[in-house]
């Protein structure tokens, strides 16, 4: 019942967006599928598995191309990606250092550049082939500087395969997309539950002292411990 009660509260937000996404598609074609998969990257809530999925049954429908639609797609994720990728590296001061409603202390967004030094290209790549991350991840790459170039060719070796693999099960069932929609609802909660289950990780972790700025802290206290043994004087 609580993953029909999820899917009612998604489907009442996001359907209009849907309906308005797939006249879009009818009236203008590739143009459409760059400009909504463009949105979808930017972090706005334009869900790219109802548009390529019903792109990929306009192609089935004779209307449209494979090639066309998973090279527009791509594309607009690509350039959805930079524009996110740009609000996190330009605004990261803004954003993050001086909002005091968002505000992040200095070893948070240090343990976050750390994070993207040691696994960003991993993080990158497989969340661009994973529902609702893939919308926010060039964000917090923008903040943590991620090298562009780099971002981007990750960006776009992720993206391919999304892409693809949806305009394919479109162009396979045609006019049943919305049923396909539907089951990939499921794929969503597991991302959801793996996003919660790491926040409160998260969580726990802080609250026993193992958060992000813990090695900072151990590094300021060893460099205290060491200036008090060297101190010539004795105090």
Not at 12 to 34: K, Y
Not at 91 to 108: M, Q, S, T, V
Request: include cysteine; proline fraction near 5%; aromatic fraction near 12%.
């Amino acid at each position: 019942m609580g993953h029909l009660y999820l899917a009612s509260i998604t489907d009442f937000f996001l359907d209009p967006i849907v309906n308005a996404g797939t006249d879009f598609i009818s009236a203008t074609g590739l143009p459409a599928v760059f400009v909504l998969m463009t949105l979808e990257s930017a972090c706005l809530p334009v869900p790219s598995e109802a548009i390529m999925l019903f792109a990929g049954s306009s192609v089935a429908a004779g209307e449209l191309t494979l090639f066309g639609v998973v090279a527009a797609g791509v594309l607009g994720n690509l350039v959805g990606s930079w524009i996110a990728y740009a609000i996190g590296y330009y605004g990261r001061i803004d954003l993050l250092e001086k909002n005091k409603l968002i505000h992040l202390p200095p070893r948070y967004l240090r343990w976050a550049d750390s994070w993207f030094e040691r696994y960003g290209d991993a993080t990158v790549f497989f969340s661009r082939m994973l529902p609702i991350i893939r919308t926010f991840i060039s964000l917090p790459a923008g903040v943590a500087k991620m090298p562009f170039w780099r971002f981007t060719v990750l960006t776009l070796l992720g993206c391919v395969p999304w892409v693809l693999m949806l305009a394919l099960v479109g162009k396979s069932v045609g006019d049943n997309w919305e049923e396909w929609r539907g089951h990939l609802h499921y794929l969503d909660y597991v991302v959801v539950l793996a996003i919660v289950v790491g926040v409160a990780y998260l969580i726990v972790r802080r609250r026993r002292g193992g958060g992000p700025g813990e090695g900072d802290a151990g590094e300021t206290a060893s460099g205290g411990g060491a200036a008090r043994a060297t101190d010539p004087s004795g105090a």
